[in-house]
């Protein structure tokens, strides 16, 4: 499917090359840096990008190249962790509401309106405000923020799924629900679920660099992206320690999009009779 | 028809950009203001000879009300309206007599006899006499505004006779007379006051209407009078005639509302202001390079330590008195400075350079000594070094973020073994933990309450500073013992002897380290004379001339 994809949309290989040359930086980082992220040198403080200094230095004298590779480990994983956990328990929310139906799927939507009906960023902020700055604590508030979603199209699908003859069979069949549950309508509802997956990443890398923005993801000096920005915003004139952190943000976050919307070009039934 | 279109956008592009600039020109105001803004001359001196001074402030005020008002520019517009019984002459250190020519103290230090001047008029015309001093003090003490708690240990005022002015104080405070330099102990005319709806009585906080009176109008004895007062637009005050001094220099004094630090800075460099209060470090950079203007350092009070918990259920490893001594020796102070900016200091003990009885700061350029830090590490049995938490509040003190002063401390101790996790923290959240002495290593600040260095006797053992660090009185008993001394010793030069002392101790052995006294840059026209920043003033008006 990859490889169709690639050959037709331009825009889908651009993102997936993208996304490939981060996922191997954020591996290779603390291997390939050229200086200590959190090596402070006075010295050299604020100065400008140079040929030993390529993103140069910050108001501590830190490389900033380094704290742009290293930082791509935090956002990467911020994003993955985030979109894993929110998709298992939206799964498993929205998948428990649709197969049971009824009074019980109401009461469980109504509850994850409550949550979506909030904007994201200030749900996020005033839940990470509330247990205090930390990477863990940032982690807990985004994946709060963004189950609703995977519970919702779960949802849907099962309800779509449940009708299906081949769960009626193993019903007659004498099946329990758990089984029925587990073995025949999660299988058959999780592609849609990986294909929100794929769209929602660079969402997560963005609303996790808004939240270290913010001064709520690890406390310094953690070189995270978000975090950087807000130090160069300090320091305007200096405009390469704002740049390159928000350029490595740009980036992730476009190449994770592009994926995205190629998948959806290609699982939208009126467009993929033209591929 | 491309190209129509492009050109129309350029077009459009351009109106747009020069109506935004024309709309950060003018004052945020109304049809008012701009009437106010065509009446005054765009450089100072271009009126009909009429001086005029033109500043630039981001405004804390809401009230001139002399009773009432806490804020810090009130003071400077509140100092040029009203005498005080003392003030600064242009430094902290000169603490003159200033509506009175003599003073006594009594031996216990309880009672404050002063004998006015005779020659002080009002604006109105009216005399100075002790009776207005008494009824402008007590109808601050009845008004229970913000600053009334300086006047909290006044027992009585009592006038003698018309010239003569006695405060009983109920416990000895050598540091009254400051304290007497506050507004809230200006002294005002008490008959216009009160045809106002002024009044000195008890309930005063509830029957006193004078307020809004107050606010565009000044009834007190000073170089000028405040003429009118527009919310969110400007201050304007005008020469006294019946000034008993010098004459100042300028006839009218503007004091616009420019909330903006670089408009502020634009508007300096166009001419169209002579001060502007609130510049940047950034913006100062810029500045210096034009010979029109010159930028100066505005020394605040305004300190920023490393707190050190010496109780060991808090600090852990820190609690070790030498550790503490590691860690003041470990710490890069030339580098904390130039990461804060041009114009700190490093006091050596927490009492503010500037202040009479203050040493001179110290010394940093060879103070740091990473072997001494490091056996003094050994010493305390943590020669591997140890992790501990260390708080900070995520503000700016003086253009200065304590987050990235952190994570600059933070290396330095790195250097000697000490692991810190730093916990950023919201000041209200953070101020909690550090008020209870919970806080194993801190990162604060403090702004002392009025310009004298009792003050500071709050960082000692057993004081208010002292024992959110847990550091108590019987860990040091000899500087405990002179906390109370420096406290109520009223003759200057043993005073002076005892905080010298004080100092020299607590530069070596204390559960505090100062990082920084702050400064904040303003920038002046060159030409002005006698533009010099004062804590307690910011400006003293009367003294800026060409």
């Known amino acids: ?25 954020s591996i290779l980082a603390p291997f390939i840096v050229p200086y200590d992220p959190l090596e402070q040198n006075l010295m050299i403080r604020f100065s400008k990008p140079s040929a030993e200094h390529w993103c140069g230095a910050d108001s501590l004298g830190r490389d900033i190249f380094s704290r742009v590779l290293v930082g791509s480990r935090i956002s990467i994983g911020a994003g993955i962790i985030t979109i894993i956990f929110a998709a298992l328990v939206g799964m498993i929310y929205g998948g428990v509401a649709g197969y049971a139906g009824g009074r019980v799927d109401e009461i469980m939507m109504r509850g994850s309106e409550l949550v979506q009906s909030f904007p994201t960023i200030i749900l996020a902020m005033i839940i990470c405000a509330a247990l205090g700055p930390s990477l863990f604590n940032a982690l807990i508030a985004m994946v709060i923020v963004w189950w609703p979603n995977y519970a919702r199209v779960m949802r849907s699908m099962v309800i779509q799924v449940k009708t299906n003859e081949y769960i009626e069979a193993s019903k007659s069949l004498g099946a329990s629900n758990l089984r029925i549950f587990f073995k025949e309508i999660i299988p058959n509802s999780v592609g849609s679920i990986i294909v929100l997956a794929t769209v929602d990443f660079g969402n997560a890398v963005l609303l996790f660099a808004g939240l270290s923005y913010l001064g709520l993801g690890s406390p310094p000096p953690t070189p995270e992206w978000g975090a ?29 999009n592009f994926i995205g919307d190629g998948m959806r070009d290609f699982l939208d039934p009126k467009l993929r009779k033209e591929l | 028809m491309k190209k129509g279109i ?43 000879g009429e001086k005029h001074l033109i500043v630039a402030v981001d405004p804390d005020y809401e009230s001139f009300d002399p009773g009432l008002a806490y804020e810090v520019y009130a003071h400077m517009v509140l100092h040029s309206c009203y005498n005080n019984l003392f003030e600064f002459n242009e430094k902290l ?107 000195n009585a008890a309930n005063a906080a509830s029957t006193d209407t004078a307020k809004t009176w107050f606010d565009s109008n000044s009834a007190g004895s000073g170089p000028y009078c405040l003429a009118s007062y527009t919310p969110k637009v400007e201050v304007v005050l005008t020469k006294n005639s019946n000034y008993w001094g010098k004459e100042p220099y300028y006839d009218k004094i503007t004091i616009k509302t420019i909330p903006d630090s670089s408009t502020q800075v634009m508007m300096l460099q166009k001419g169209d202001i ?261 804590s307690q003033y910011t400006f003293d008006f009367k003294n800026i001339s060409e």
């Open chain 1, 1 to 25: 499917m990859t490889w169709r994809l690639m050959k037709n949309n331009t825009l889908f290989s651009i993102g997936v090359v993208i996304c490939l040359l981060w996922l191997i930086i």
């Open chain 1, 228 to 256: 950087m920005v807000s130090d160069g915003a300090n320091y305007f004139t200096y405009w390469w320690i704002a740049t390159f952190p928000g350029l490595g943000i740009l980036t992730m976050s476009m190449g994770a």
């Open chain 2, 6 to 48: 492009s050109i129309l956008t350029v077009f459009i592009l351009v109106v747009f950009v020069f109506t935004a600039c024309g709309q950060n020109n003018n004052p945020p105001g109304n049809s008012n203001s701009t009437e106010n803004a065509s009446g005054t001359p765009a450089s100072s001196n271009s009126g009909a």
């Open chain 2, 93 to 199: 250190e000169n603490l003159e007599l200033a509506a009175a020519e003599a003073y006594e103290v009594s031996a216990d230090g309880l009672s404050y006899t002063f004998h006015m001047r005779k020659d002080i008029i009002f604006s109105s015309g009216n005399k100075l006499n002790a009776a207005d001093v008494k009824w402008s003090i007590e109808r601050s003490i009845n008004l229970k505004g913000n600053g009334a708690f300086m006047a909290e240990d006044i027992v009585s005022i009592d006038t003698p006779d018309e010239y003569t002015v006695i405060f009983r104080l109920g416990n000895p405070d050598p540091s009254f007379p400051t304290k007497l330099t506050y507004n809230i102990f200006c002294i005002i005319d008490s008959k216009v006051a009160i045809e106002h709806g002024a009044t």
């Open chain 2, 274 to 534: 002579d001060i502007a209060i609130n510049v940047d470090a950034e913006q100062a950079k810029t500045l210096a390079n034009i010979p029109e203007i010159s930028v100066k350092d505005a020394q605040s009070l305004t300190m920023s330590f490393l707190l050190m918990n010496r109780d060991p259920a808090v600090g852990g490893p820190v609690a070790n008195p030498k550790v503490q001594k590691a860690i003041r020796l470990a710490l890069d102070y030339v580098g904390i400075q130039t990461i804060a900016g041009p114009g700190m200091t490093t006091p050596l003990a927490p009492f503010p350079v500037g202040l009479y009885g203050s040493l001179p700061a110290r010394d940093i350029s060879n103070y740091q000594d990473i072997e001494a830090a490091k056996a003094l590490m050994a010493e305390a049995g943590y020669a591997n070094g140890f992790t501990t938490d260390f708080y900070v509040p995520t503000t700016t003190v003086s253009g200065v973020e304590l987050l990235m002063m952190a994570q600059k401390i933070q290396n330095d101790l790195k250097v000697i073994g000490i692991n810190t996790n730093i916990i950023p923290e919201d000041v209200l959240v953070s101020l909690e933990t550090y008020r209870t002495g919970q806080q194993s290593l801190g990162l604060w600040y403090w702004n002392p309450d009025y310009p004298d260095n009792n003050s500071q006797l709050a960082f000692l053992p057993g004081q208010k500073v002292g024992l959110r660090a847990n550091w108590t009185a019987d860990m040091y008993p000899e500087l405990a013992a002179l906390a109370d001394k420096a406290a109520i010793e009223t003759d200057v030069t043993e005073r002076a002897k005892i905080f010298s002392t004080i100092q020299n101790m607590m530069a070596e052995e204390s559960a505090f380290t100062c990082l920084l006294q702050h400064t904040s840059p303003y920038a002046v026209r060159a030409s002005l004379k006698g533009a010099d920043y004062i």
